[in-house]
């Protein structure tokens, strides 16, 4: 045989060597979690001998299954529970191993530096990929907003399996979130219009959705708030959130919304407080209570995204 066809031959052996293990691993389970360690830790471990084994610290496979760390072996993230039985307290398992320092740094910096680790927020054996991480995740902690959220347009639109509906990380951030009071927060008023528009200006989002007004966030910040907010650096100036709320938002057409017809006086009010006495005692804001649909409201003379000051000449006032 000459060193040519024996080096064929040799190249085919790798080959063939290789292909049968990847073979292996595309055929091998998607939790490769070891017997040794399920037979204490498998959430329904079955009767032996007439006796209930009682499990510790029990595993759901099916979740296991679902994580994005489904194929990595229980002693990669527990390294002292290599050998059998092993110690029954060990050390917390260090995610830094694997996932990116800086996120430690990241998180240091933000509103969430004190929680006591990863899992609080991701779970452990059932961690979710980002871009299915639950708003189920924050509520642990945060009941109140997430009820709210729950209730609203983009909660419903959750439930019905819309994935692009915003979620808290969509408006809050991930690891980086900061108090609301922090310029650099997503949530601070400067940057809020912004955060909004990140969907409320998607053409795709907007076509696919059928989005309401999606010229909102270009009229607004041409508009009197929008100036106000951005030009003269005003934070009590409105923003998305003083007119439709911030957890709850819900559709004009909820009795409940704070900019369906019946409340819009009562919204805007909150900041012109003046003016909603004025109107309250108007034949406008008398005809409205006494429930009569057509008595005009604050958006039907000054618009809703379009507000101009009534000095303006093509203000609506005077159109």
């Not at 084994?53 to 390294?79: F, G, M, N, W, Y």
């Not at 639950?134 to 959750?158: K, M, N, T």
């Not at 012109?272 to 008595?295: D, M, N, T, W």
Request: with cysteine.
């Amino acid at each position: 045989m000459g060193p040519k066809v024996g080096n064929d031959m040799r190249r085919w052996t790798h080959f063939i060597a290789l292909s049968l293990f990847l073979l292996i691993l595309s055929i091998a389970p998607p939790c490769p979690a070891s017997e040794d360690c399920l037979n204490c830790h498998r959430l329904e471990i079955p009767k032996k001998a007439g006796r209930s084994k009682k499990s510790l610290l029990p595993i759901d496979l099916q979740k296991l299954a679902a994580s994005v760390h489904r194929e990595l072996s229980c002693e990669t993230c527990h390294p002292e529970a290599t050998a059998v039985p092993h110690k029954k307290k060990m050390k917390a398992v260090a995610c830094e191993s694997c996932h990116d320092k800086d996120l430690q740094e990241i998180l240091a910096a933000s509103v969430h530096a004190s929680i006591p680790s990863c899992t609080s927020c991701h779970g452990t054996h059932e961690i979710q990929d980002k871009a299915a991480f639950s708003p189920s995740g924050c509520a642990s902690c945060h009941p109140d907003p997430d009820r709210a959220y729950q209730r609203s347009v983009h909660g419903l639109s959750q439930k019905r399996g819309q994935r692009e509906a915003a979620r808290c990380q969509d408006c809050h951030g991930g690891h980086e979130i900061k108090k609301k009071s922090d310029p650099q927060s997503r949530v601070y008023p400067l940057n809020l219009p912004r955060t909004c528009a990140r969907c409320h200006v998607n053409p795709e989002l907007i076509a696919k959705y059928k989005i309401p007004a999606p010229s909102a966030y270009q009229l607004y910040m041409d508009n009197i708030h929008g100036r106000a907010l951005t030009k003269s650096g005003l934070l009590v100036a409105a923003v998305c959130s003083n007119c439709h709320g911030s957890h709850e938002i819900l559709p004009p057409k909820d009795p409940n919304s704070t900019i369906s017809r019946g409340r819009i006086p009562e919204t805007c009010g909150t900041c012109h407080a003046g003016v909603r006495a004025v109107y309250e005692s108007s034949i406008h804001g008398q005809a409205l209570k006494k429930g009569q649909a057509p008595a005009p409201i604050c958006t039907d003379c000054h618009s809703a995204h379009q507000i101009q000051r009534v000095e303006v000449e093509a203000c609506l006032l005077y159109t």
